[in-house]
């Protein structure tokens, strides 16, 4: 857990993307958290890169630091050292509200407990980041309108999300982090708190996402979820253990 | 489009609050308590000093009135039984102060006797003021029947007399009484009018009383001389006075205090001992009015207390509520809401309970005086400043305390507040 960062080269920088331009590329990127006086390095020089229409599973044991890499790829913290880049923007020396914006604009997050708001309906759940990208009302209503259709929604767009089951829920959710036309879509354990038959036809609905061309990256420890991706990133203490093609 | 946003907003906010109806109902309390305590505690503060207000303009605010007064030296000279008294203004105060000052409008000379007025088979003692026409000019009240004193009455033959509402209404005159003959002390008047009278009270005296009789200047003085004799408990006193009191209308109210100051010079040199008083209802009003601003700043501040515990509240709910939905804080955060997006969302949400809060408690407010008008028959005005106040008042409490609260929120590390539970 405590490797010094960048101290040995990981292995298999990057998985290979059918040829096409990486969506999103780590190159060294490090993350030392600061707990009282030791210092915790969550991620020690990772090197990676995401092909646009590419579906990864990022696996490994609990600590080795793919929570950490996911929320670096999401944009809700900053690497320690290191650059990122989404969309050839280098977004690892950015501000606050210049984060906001990138994950506004490049990125959709799906999680493991759905994380919908309970006092908005499903059609503002999924209206929710085109709200905050200042869109027209009636553009947005119509714009959740196709979306909660793509997810199979269509008919309970005015339900609340205590209304729906779990399944339908992570469906509202997926509608949600496609409404931006995200660069990359982040999940986070996204079967975590389904049933095993719900949780496949989430995935079936991820891996069609994926096949019309959505770039996925997807956290989880599960195997057999993990085979729906293309390429599997093994991550042990910090670092980039192996990829699986 | 940008107003709809605004609209927007508003509406999530109220369907976010809308979720715990009786917490937001609750903290909504607070502040409509507080707001209608602020509206009712300055309408009563108005109410009390209006009526005051109201009666010191009645005595004109560009009048000077002069009184006599007994000098201090003269009424402890009591041992002696039988004695004259000379005090007081003088003709010749009221034509100096006439023709020296400048600012000065008019002056109108005021002799007061106490007679027994007699009209067919009723008699009442009447307070007979001889004074100029111009009195009426100085002192407007309603004409009920007849009319005014007026020049003609200064070189009449006849005696003429107007007299109050209330003594007219004690010796049964009525309008038919107009031309009738008033005994009044040996003389004979005839009725020319009956005029409403104002009584004093609280302090403030108006120039005139219940059961005047008015008559022109130079008929009291030919019919009841400047001697007034005074009989009690077997002593005789007698006194001198010429004028009991001038009233002094001023051009304008700017040269009011300076007026003032230049007859009490005056006064000062011709008389020897401090015979007379010199009041400035203007001085007075000035004096009521800051009297009043202080009584509404006293109340006010009560009020906001009551207010300020209101905002607390809010903030207090405010508080659990980001604890609360720290998660959803944590979610519009990863969605890409930026920190200010999350500042308004609450801001908006404290605003919206303050100001319904605050509009209800205008309502009470404005409720609240007209009951307590009703009840305890205490006048009460609402003013258009103390809502406007007041409304204002409530959106900052909602800005003041929404702002930490917020913040606070605002301030979450998303990640953190994603893993909360």
């Known amino acids: 857990m405590n490797a010094p960062p960048g101290a040995r080269p990981p292995r298999g920088a990057a998985p290979a993307g059918q040829g096409a331009a990486a969506v999103v590329s780590l190159r060294q990127v490090a993350k030392v958290y600061r707990m009282g006086e030791a210092e915790v390095c969550a991620l020690a020089g990772v090197s990676l ?13 609990s600590g080795s630091g793919k929570s950490t890499l996911l929320n670096l790829l999401g944009c809700l ?6 650059s990122y880049f989404i969309a050839g923007e280098d977004v690892s020396r950015l501000d606050d509200d210049e984060l906001s914006e990138i994950r506004l604009r490049k990125i959709g997050f799906v999680f493991q407990s759905f994380n919908l708001i309970a006092q908005l309906s499903v059609r503002e759940n999924i209206e929710l980041p085109l709200y905050y990208q200042g869109w027209p009302h009636a553009e947005s209503m119509k714009r959740a309108e196709e979306l909660a259709g793509i997810v199979g929604l269509g008919g309970r767009l005015e339900h609340r999300p205590n209304q729906l089951s779990g399944g339908q829920q992570q469906r509202v959710a997926v ?3 496609l409404a931006n036309d995200p660069e990359v879509l982040l999940a986070d354990e996204p079967t975590g708190n389904l049933d095993s038959a719900t949780g496949v036809q989430i995935m079936d609905l991820l891996r069609g996402l994926n096949e019309q061309g959505k770039t996925i990256v997807m956290v989880t420890h599960e195997p057999n979820i993990a085979a729906y991706a293309a390429q599997r990133v093994h991550m042990l203490d910090g670092r980039v253990d192996r990829i699986e093609e | 489009m940008h107003q709809s946003r605004v609209a927007r907003n508003i509406r999530l906010g109220i369907k976010t609050l809308l979720l715990h109806k009786l917490r937001s109902f609750l903290t909504t309390l607070g502040v409509v308590f507080g707001v209608g305590s602020v509206v009712a505690m300055l309408a009563v503060g108005e109410g009390a000093s209006a009526e005051a207000l109201e009666r010191i303009r009645k005595l004109g605010s560009d009048n000077i009135i002069l009184d006599s007064v007994k000098a201090t030296e003269d009424v402890q000279s009591g041992s002696v039984r039988s004695r004259i008294s000379i005090y007081g203004l003088t003709y010749d105060d009221q034509d100096r102060i006439g023709r020296t000052f400048e600012a000065v409008k008019r002056t109108v000379p005021v002799k007061l006797v ?4 007699r009209l067919g088979d009723r008699t009442l003692e009447v307070r007979v003021v001889g004074t100029s026409p111009d009195w009426f ?13 007026g020049a003609e009455d200064e070189h009449g033959s006849t005696n003429a007399v107007v007299l109050t509402e209330y003594g007219a209404r004690r010796l049964l005159a009525t309008a038919n009484s107009i031309g009738q003959t008033l005994r009044i002390g040996s003389g004979y008047f005839q009725v020319v009018g009956i005029v409403r009278n104002e009584v004093s009270s609280e302090g403030v005296q108006v120039p005139d009383e219940e059961v005047d009789a008015y008559i022109p200047i130079h008929v009291a003085r030919g019919m009841f001389g400047d001697y007034v004799v005074r009989r009690s408990s077997g002593s005789r006193e007698q006194e001198f006075v010429e004028l009991h009191q001038i009233i002094v209308q001023v051009r304008s109210t700017e040269e009011v205090a300076a007026t003032a100051a230049g007859i009490e010079a005056m006064l000062a040199r011709f008389h020897k001992k401090v015979d007379y008083k010199v009041r400035v209802p203007l001085a007075l009003l000035r004096s009521a009015e800051a009297t009043k601003r202080t009584f509404n700043i006293v109340l006010g501040s009560i009020a906001g207390i009551s207010l300020l515990v209101g905002g607390i509240g809010i903030m207090n709910i405010m508080l659990a509520s980001v604890t609360e939905r720290t998660r959803e804080i944590g979610v ?5 809401a930026k920190r200010g997006q999350i500042i308004s969302q609450f801001l908006i949400e404290t605003v919206v309970l303050s100001s319904v809060g605050g509009a209800i408690g205008i309502g009470v407010g404005a409720l609240i005086p007209w009951l307590i008008t009703l009840f305890a028959g205490m006048p009460t005005v609402v003013t258009a400043y103390s809502i406007i106040l007041s409304a204002g008042i409530s959106l900052a409490v909602g800005l003041v305390f929404g702002l930490y609260p917020a913040v606070r929120a605002a301030n979450l590390d998303p990640i953190e507040a994603l893993r909360h539970e």
Not at chain 1, 50 to 56: L, R, V
Not at chain 1, 77 to 82: E, I, K, L, S
């Open chain 1, 49 to 61: 890169e995401f092909a646009a229409g590419s579906f990864t599973a990022i696996m490994g044991p």
């Open chain 2, 332 to 336: 519009r955060r990863a969605i890409g």
């Open chain 1, 77 to 82: 913290d900053r690497p320690t050292a290191g």
């Open chain 1, 175 to 177: 509608a949600r982090a």
């Open chain 2, 114 to 117: 106490r007679k027994e007025g």
């Open chain 2, 137 to 149: 000019d100085l002192v407007r009240r309603e004409v009920i029947a007849g009319r005014l004193l």
